[in-house]
């Protein structure tokens, strides 16, 4: 069993910079793969980001393209997603999502095991 925790969410006005953060357990955080997703109230759940287990190939949505970064620290046994030049229509509940095989970065939710809890982020305009 894989546990995901989400931090780092929070209100920030529009052209504004956030960090969130996903802390997994389990001894093989580094053979996972590791996604990024966001859900905007009434809308389904979309694809943010995406990281391989080496950190080496990652992947994006269109709509965050050159504006996020993902990135992992092994070691640490965490995820981020650093938000740059953020608009209000960030605003969503951010959650973190491994995929505990596989060599690549996946972009479909149902490509993945185990989901956090999510955080919220908010961009004011």
């Given at each position: 069993?894989?546990?995901?925790?989400?931090?780092?969410?929070?209100?920030?006005?529009?052209?504004?910079?956030l960090?969130?953060?996903?802390?997994?357990?389990?001894?093989?955080?580094?053979?996972?793969?590791?996604?990024?997703?966001?859900?905007a109230?009434?809308?389904?759940?979309?694809?943010?980001?995406?990281?391989?287990?080496?950190?080496?190939?990652?992947?994006?949505?269109?709509?965050?393209?050159?504006?996020f970064?993902i990135?992992?620290?092994?070691?640490?046994?965490?995820?981020?997603?650093?938000m740059?030049?953020?608009?209000?229509?960030?605003?969503?509940?951010?959650?973190?999502?491994?995929?505990?095989?596989?060599?690549?970065?996946?972009?479909?939710?149902?490509?993945?095991?185990?989901?956090?809890q999510?955080?919220?982020?908010?961009?004011?305009?």
């Open positions: 069993q894989v546990q995901l925790v989400e931090s780092g969410g929070g209100l920030v006005q529009a052209g504004g910079s960090r969130v953060s996903c802390a997994a357990s389990g001894r093989t955080f580094s053979n996972y793969a590791m996604g990024w997703f966001r859900q109230p009434g809308k389904e759940r979309d694809f943010v980001a995406a990281i391989n287990w080496s950190g080496h190939s990652t992947g994006y949505a269109d709509s965050v393209k050159g504006r970064t990135s992992r620290d092994n070691a640490k046994n965490t995820v981020y997603l650093q740059n030049s953020l608009k209000p229509e960030d605003t969503a509940v951010y959650y973190c999502a491994a995929r505990t095989y596989g060599s690549t970065w996946y972009k479909g939710s149902d490509e993945y095991d185990y989901w956090g999510g955080t919220q982020v908010t961009v004011s305009s």
